[in-house]
């Protein structure tokens, strides 16, 4: 059994091979997702682990009632609504989304200073 990400585009699909850490295929519904697409999609993954993450918009809203409806076996993971897109998510919370979602994630680019910055200042508060 493979895991499987279903995103919308290309360019969320970039997104998130540059934070996993971990074989996973991606695949992407290119936008419009209708009802022939989706049978494609649930036929080639049906075996699979599937994770759905789409933005957080009216378009992503209606692709995850399809998918509830006709792949209910599905895992949705949300982006939060102040970002919208997954491809606007900044780095390090999509690693949190995907890590929450039990998914090996690396700590993107520039981050690593960040995240150990975050690490120190909670360390350094639970003294005061």
């Given at each position: 059994m493979s895991r499987v990400i279903i995103v919308e585009g290309k360019t969320d699909r970039s997104r998130l091979l540059q934070i996993l850490d971990e074989p996973v295929e991606i695949?992407?519904?290119?936008?419009?997702?209708?009802?022939?697409?989706?049978?494609?999609?649930?036929?080639?993954?049906?075996?699979?682990?599937?994770?759905?993450?789409?933005?957080?918009?009216?378009?992503?809203?209606?692709?995850?009632?399809?998918?509830?409806?006709?792949?209910?076996?599905?895992?949705?993971?949300?982006?939060h609504r102040m970002y919208r897109e997954v491809a606007t998510t900044p780095l390090n919370i999509l690693a949190q989304i995907l890590e929450g979602a039990h998914f090996a994630v690396k700590v993107p680019e520039g981050e690593e200073e960040s995240k150990n910055r975050r690490s120190n200042h909670r360390i350094n508060n639970k003294d005061n």
């Open positions: 695949a992407c519904t290119y936008g419009t997702l209708g009802l022939d697409k989706l049978e494609d999609l649930i036929a080639e993954f049906s075996d699979d682990e599937v994770c759905i993450l789409l933005d957080a918009d009216d378009a992503g809203d209606k692709a995850r009632r399809l998918f509830k409806q006709e792949f209910p076996n599905v895992r949705h993971v949300y982006t």
